[in-house]
């Protein structure tokens, strides 16, 4: 029996928030006192997973499985279940995985949670914490079926080193037909993503007007970070929908939150609260944010903003 | 074509959460409930390819009678029925087994769901069913066209969109940008008068056992007070992140 991880990978590299899943299961699989098993697809190198515990890696290796696809993918994933005779399999929350696990354990007939923050608080019955509410509340939720998908909200268990060499064992698959196939994909080059940032950099309304968006940018160039902005942004099309964050636009669980003329309204506190240490910037001491805030400024963003540049840029 | 629409019912977005029976359960107590705004761009969308694609919309529930004023707003906003699968919403294993019980009996070529529900978010249930069902599959869905038996439809991906295309049947998790914020339906007193004399069918439930079961709910602990730095002090802001917060 092993704990399975799947390990996203991206160009062939790996994403990072799967290293945290691999060290999730890590631990998870030393509760249980069973062996922990990466997976990753079309992508040999595995000795950056050396640092974070596997005890075997298998790479699936498929020209069939070279484009992202949550059944073929689904499907391969069940071969490896079978031949490790695994009955846990961590994931990331990255949107390729939480849509490849919803699928998985639809064929598989099995309990999936999303939004995990911590290791099981018991293993019998078997308990797990998550977000709900979005991120208004936690529940400490009991998986009921033998078989159980995980998925882990980023920056939640963090990178646990436990340097390990594994055993690698590259197989092949045979994949199932699908009529899906992907026509193109358009991607913004060079720009981190909020899924995937360390570090968020977030503007609102205060910013006035979407020409005000470089001291934006270039802030967030300093610190390798992503843009994102609130909802009356987005809806005025000052900045793309895909920026839009808060309940009911994108989860940001970054490392840092900076938060630059937003009010800090309920809705978009809610999809930001699972980020660990939040900065507001707001010229108003009476702004909402600043409940929610580990430290502020108070003061206007036009001035403070192109400053803080200057500081971090002279570190 | 038969599109089914899956509705989650669930708090308004400024509902403050709070929990009973010894958080156990949530407390519904004085909460406005509201059409799942992922599922309201969903709906739209519905109701658009009702008149470029001669559809026939169906929205359903799973849940007890109270989430019947929730379907019929549906029904003021377009959809030209409403099923409500008579049970409580335990879990989203459950919700999808029963909705796939009512599939195979009524045949639908797209099934919309919404990305994930505000609630409980697991973003689960439309996944599960195309699972359960072996439908095609996206989520995180920002367009959809169909042409014949043909879908052609993009979502989200870290980054950017990808375009695909596939042949129906197809599950989706709809989201903004389906259809514009500006752009969805907001029920006239028209829509109120013609939803009364459309049917909201009960049916009732196959009894499914949840696979999850949340135990006991907590709320986040109270936060600190925020530390404030002065504006022309900003150093002292790079250092607390530096050294106290340790995130630079
Ligand atoms: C159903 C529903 C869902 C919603 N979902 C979301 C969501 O997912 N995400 C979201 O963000 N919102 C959401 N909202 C909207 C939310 O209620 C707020 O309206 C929104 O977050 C406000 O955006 P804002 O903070 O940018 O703008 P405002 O509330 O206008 O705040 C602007 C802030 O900028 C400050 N400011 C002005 N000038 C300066 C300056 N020179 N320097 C510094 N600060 C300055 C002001 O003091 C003010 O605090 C939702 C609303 C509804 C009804
Ligand atoms: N009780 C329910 N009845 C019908 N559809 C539901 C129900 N719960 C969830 N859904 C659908 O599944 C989507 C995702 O929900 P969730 O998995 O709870 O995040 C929602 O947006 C709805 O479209």
Redesign the pocket.
Known sequence: MAVLVYIESENYKFKKSSYEALCYGKALADNIGEAVCGVVINCSDTESLNPYGADKVININSPDLSDFSSKKYAHALIEVMKSENSKIVILSSSPNSKYLGAYLSGITDSSFISNVVDLPESNKPFTLKRTCFTNKAFSLTELKSETKIISITSNSFGIVENPNNPKIETINIKCIDSNQKILNIEKETGSVTIADADIVVS??????GPENWTMIESLADTLGAATA?????SDMGWRPHSE??????KPVSSNLYIA?????????L??INSSKVKVV????PE?P?FKAADYGVI????E?VPALIEKLKAR | MNILVCISNVP???SKINFIENDSNFDANGVQFVIN?NDEFGLTKAVWLKDSNQANVTALTVGDSSVEATLRKCLAIGADKAIRIDCPAHDAYSVAKEIEAHCKETSYDLIICGRESIDYNGGLVPGLLAGLLDFNFVTNCVSLEIEGSKATFSREISGGTEISECELPLVIGSQKGLVEESDLIIPNMRGIMMARQKTLDVIPAQGINPKTHDKKFSKPTAKSEVKLVKADELDKLIDLLENEAKVL
């Open positions: 503007a609102g309304r205060g910013l006035k902005c609130s909802k009356p942004v839009h964050v808060g309940q009911t636009g630059i003329g937003i009010s800090g309204a309920i809705q978009h809610a999809g910037i707001n010229n108003d702004a944010f003061g206007d963003a036009f403070i | 308004d977005t400024t705004p």
